[in-house]
């Protein structure tokens, strides 16, 4: 990490704020970086990935498409194969169904197919995630699925600050990579409210590298591993069990692709406990890829058997009791680090 | 002592009244000219509100607060 804090350092912004600060200092210092989708330009983003820059770089180059993600995801990765450096966001990762050939097999695999001549140096943004009621196809996070499929980097940033170091590092990235923000971090003043998503963003240029875990609290008695919104619901868990003398280390991944899978070893090495936290449906996924990552090179370290904490396999439920049943909120987090804790 | 308003959001109703989302500054803590302070929010539209001067931030108005726009939300010493 490039970071350069000082004690003095406290300018705050919310998750979406510091997202479009890296967007726009990209955008001034680039000129082939442009922004693309549905509502980025007046309306600012659904979820305000992209408010005020339309006013600063114009329709030229935030650019409001037609609903038709795969003509401007087409159009996105013709542009980077050709020099440009896009960002297409697609409005919500629900919706990769009718564009997925756009991003799996052109996007994802241009670069293999041409024995590395032609790059995709483009990102592709995504709202992910559920907790407010919007129901099975616009709740959730399918981070796996990107993960899972060759040819993309996949970050996942859960703080204001990674949000923009994040950001910076994907634009600057001459491979494609998914940037997927969840609705629940972007410190959005009509969504559920959440004071971890307002935080210390540096200034100026501030770049945070793709592939590197970051530990989000220290803690010796179990690792907990997740990404995105549940680092902030394992945070809260951790604070509180902390009151009881358990002491729970929270491992934020921040990249799916590649995986920091030394920083898992690590901290399981450390604690002999793992919990996976994974927002993705439980099988095939995340959860089961980090657990991996420990019992292929050592499942020794475990001194229990790990733990996923994810949705189960069935789709989003939109009754807010069954929707929080299904997520991996704090009270299902909770009973697995006292699970693995005996 | 220089006063931090609520922006006035609608023309039509100045006793319009909205509600302060999100400080992103605190109480007492030093802010500079044109840093983002708070964002405030009126009929499911937001408002940056920024620092008219630098100084030091005091909080008048929590977050969660309904007021008439034009109010005083902070004050900057």
Known sequence: MT??????QTRRLNTSKAMVEAIAQEMR????VFYLGEDVGKYGGIFSSTTGLLDEFGPERIIDTPISETAFIGLAVGAATEGMRPIAELMFVDFMGVCLDQIYNHMAKIGFESGGNVKVPMVLTAAVGGGYSDAAQHSQCLWGMFAHLPGMKVVVPSTPADAKGLMTSAIRDDSPVVYMFHKGVMGLPWMVKNPRSID???EGEYVVPIGKAAIAREGADVSVVTISLSVHHALDVAEKLAEEGISVEVLDLRSLVPLDREAVLTSVAKTGRLVVVDEDYHSFGMSGEVVASVADVDPGLLRVPAQRVAVPDVPIPYARSLEYAALPRQDRIEAAVRKALG | MTDVLFPAM???????TGVLATWFAREGEQVAAGQVVAEVQMDKVDAEVVA????TLHVQVEEGVEVTQGSVIATIS
Not at chain 1, 3 to 8: F, G, Q, R, V, Y
Not at chain 2, 10 to 16: F, Y
Not at chain 2, 52 to 55: D, I, K, Q, R
Request: hydrophobic share 25%.
């Open chain 1, 3 to 8: 970071m350069t804090e000082s004690p003095a």
């Open chain 1, 29 to 32: 210092a680039n000129p082939e």
């Open chain 1, 200 to 202: 210390v963003v540096p």
């Open chain 2, 10 to 16: 609608s023309q039509e109703n100045p006793s319009a």
């Open chain 2, 52 to 55: 008219p001067t630098s100084g």
